[in-house]
T-cell receptor, first 116, second 111 residues
Framework: AQSVTQPDIHITVSEGASLELRCNYS??????LFWYVQSPGQGLQLLLKYFSGDTLVQGIKGFEAEFKRSQSSFNLRKPSVHWSDAAEYFCAVGYWSSGGYQKVTFGTGTKLQVIP | DGGITQSPKYLFRKEGQNVTLSCEQNLNHDAMYWYRQDPGQGLRLIYYSQIVNDFQKGDIAEGYSVSREKKESFPLTVTSAQKNPTAFYLCASTGRRNEQFFGPGTRLTVL
């Protein structure tokens, strides 16, 4: 069965510092992988996605992620964090169920705190 | 602009009352989903629908019901059978490669 693990529940970084959020997935085939961001009381916004091809994908707001098949990982990175990046981040894997339905499994999220 | 709308943004329910949450999309997506979000638990799938007049139970469907009479609309009813309905509810639709687009959410509180 497919699953997504985000091992860090909460991360604190200083403004201007680099950021890496970890994500590991379990899925038998080539996955569709996503990172979403959620501000308090809001819906989820798609940051970036990986379907195939180049394993380093660029997203919005200066974020990037690298797909590493050997490690089953899809870590999110940003070279310099801004205070406005404080939010909750969700990693997700998209797949087709045995019944032919499109489905997505989400990790439990990582809350990012940015300190001045 | 294409997107997903949810209404109301805040909803209060009395004990024993059914309430319906609205979800509309103009993205021309076939598949739509309802998730429940509780602090520290991520997103849990309630119901999903791949096409009109078809829907499937997700992981936590008990106490909820849905309908899909139009491609654009996927309302969720929280029935009195749902014992702990206070949560944040998110509606989503899915593009061709499973990327999901979310509405702004409805926060339901039981009084």
């Amino acid at each position: 069965a497919q699953s997504v693990t985000q091992p860090d529940i909460h991360i604190t970084v200083s403004e201007g510092a680099s950021l890496e959020l970890r994500c590991n997935y379990s899925y038998g085939a080539t996955p569709y992988l996503f990172w979403y961001v959620q501000s308090p009381g809001q819906g989820l916004q798609l940051l970036l996605k990986y379907f195939s091809g180049d394993t380093l994908v660029q997203g919005i707001k200066g974020f990037e992620a690298e797909f590493k098949r050997s490690q089953s990982s899809f870590n999110l990175r940003k070279p310099s964090v801004h205070w406005s990046d404080a939010a909750e981040y969700f990693c997700a894997v998209g797949y087709w169920s045995s019944g032919g339905y499109q489905k997505v499994t989400f990790g439990t999220g990582t809350k990012l705190q940015v300190i001045p | 602009d294409g997107g997903i709308t949810q209404s109301p943004k805040y909803l209060f329910r009395k004990e024993g009352q059914n309430v319906t949450l609205s979800c509309e999309q103009n993205l021309n997506h076939d598949a739509m989903y309802w998730y429940r979000q509780d602090p520290g638990q991520g997103l849990r799938l309630i119901y999903y629908s791949q096409i009109v007049n078809d829907f499937q139970k997700g992981d936590i469907a008990e106490g909820y019901s849905v309908s899909r009479e139009k491609k654009e609309s996927f309302p969720l009813t929280v029935t009195s059978a749902q014992k702990n309905p206070t949560a944040f509810y998110l509606c989503a639709s899915t593009g061709r490669r499973n990327e999901q687009f979310f509405g702004p959410g409805t926060r339901l509180t039981v009084l």
